[in-house]
């Protein structure tokens, strides 16, 4: 019986691999074709208009605090914890205001929270569906009763969002979820943009948001950077800017129209998809296993024949 070599195997466990691949192909291309939806919920932040007063992590915290575990984070020169003043986005934080200055002449406020992506890669690389996106909605939600703590999201989101709560003995991932659970439920609106006194947070379906990002563009040219962030990169978000800056100036990452979702979405639909490729794995070790199993059995035969 000839020796399975290491040579042997990688063909093997290659044409597996291979096969798996085929059979998959036609999912993996089949949600390439997903067409951006703009009848999906969403947010337009105008940095143009916003005061800094963070009245909206104020309002998020508060309405969202119980059902996402959310507490308030201390200041270092604040010893007697009067204010929430957290420094970036954590596992206590969904929504945060941050300042971002090139002179004193030339400054912008910019909000961090989830971009509600049109193809999340959080969506796309969490192996047991703890991320999804609602199909009307377009919100992307979590559940911390089936999420296994992989954080897969975290690394896979282009914009950093998802945090997670290393510091709790029952941690979950973080991030806005348009308080679909909270504020929208019982008023129709996230608690952000209800709250902001300036109106530099609209609430809508993303086809009106982009509209209103448009029309101002046009009715004040010299005011605003003339693109819409969000409205192409990485395949669109529901979370849209506006601002006086350069994006990049205001810690937004520089992202191509493609959705870095459609990459992670081949591997995970189709070698991933019912874990076919560990099941093919090891079915190709075992089979391995029992074959030179069964030739060392035919070797100790002939010896014992032999001795006789």
């Known amino acids: 019986m000839k020796k399975t070599s290491r040579r042997d195997f990688l063909k093997l466990a290659g044409a597996t691999g291979a096969g798996l691949l085929a059979c998959g192909a036609g999912n993996a291309l089949a949600n390439e074709g997903l067409q951006v939806n703009n009848d999906e919920l969403g947010m337009l932040y105008d940095a143009t208009k916003c005061v800094g ?3 909206c992590m104020s309002a998020c915290k508060r309405v969202n605090s119980d059902y996402g575990s959310l507490s308030y984070e201390k200041a270092k020169f604040d010893e007697d914890g009067l204010w929430d003043a957290p420094s970036d986005l954590s596992g206590s934080t969904r929504t945060l205001i941050k300042l971002f200055k090139e002179s004193e002449k030339r400054w912008s406020y910019v909000k961090y929270s989830c971009m509600h992506c049109q193809k999340p890669s959080c969506v796309s ?12 909605s377009g919100i992307v939600d979590y559940n911390k009763n089936t999420c296994i703590g992989c954080r897969y999201c975290q690394i896979a989101c282009p914009y950093n969002i998802p945090k997670f709560q290393w510091e709790k003995a029952v941690p979950q991932i ?4 348009l308080c679909k659970a909270t504020n929208l439920r019982e008023k129709g609106i996230t608690a952000c943009a209800e709250t902001c006194p300036a109106g530099a947070i609209k609430f809508g379906k993303r086809k009106d ?3 209103e990002a448009h029309q101002r563009l046009k009715d004040a040219p010299d005011k605003y950077v003339a ?3 969000g409205e192409h ?3 669109g978000t529901n979370h849209l800017y506006l601002a006086s800056m350069p994006f990049n100036k205001l810690g ?4 191509k129209p493609e959705a870095p979702a459609e990459f992670s979405e081949k591997i995970q639909h189709t ?3 019912g874990f076919i490729a560990p099941v093919a794995l090891y079915s190709t070790l075992c089979f391995i296993a029992v074959k030179n199993m069964k030739k060392h059995q035919g070797h100790d035969d002939d010896h014992q024949k032999g001795g006789k």
């Open 209 to 211: 948001l982009l509209e």
């Open 233 to 235: 990169e990485g395949g």
């Open 125 to 136: 690389v969490c192996p047991v569906s703890a991320m999804t996106k609602e199909k009307v």
């Open 53 to 55: 007063c963070k009245a």
């Open 271 to 273: 070698i991933y998809k």
């Open 227 to 229: 693109h819409v962030y």
């Open 252 to 255: 937004l990452p520089e992202i």
């Open 174 to 177: 973080v991030k806005c979820d």
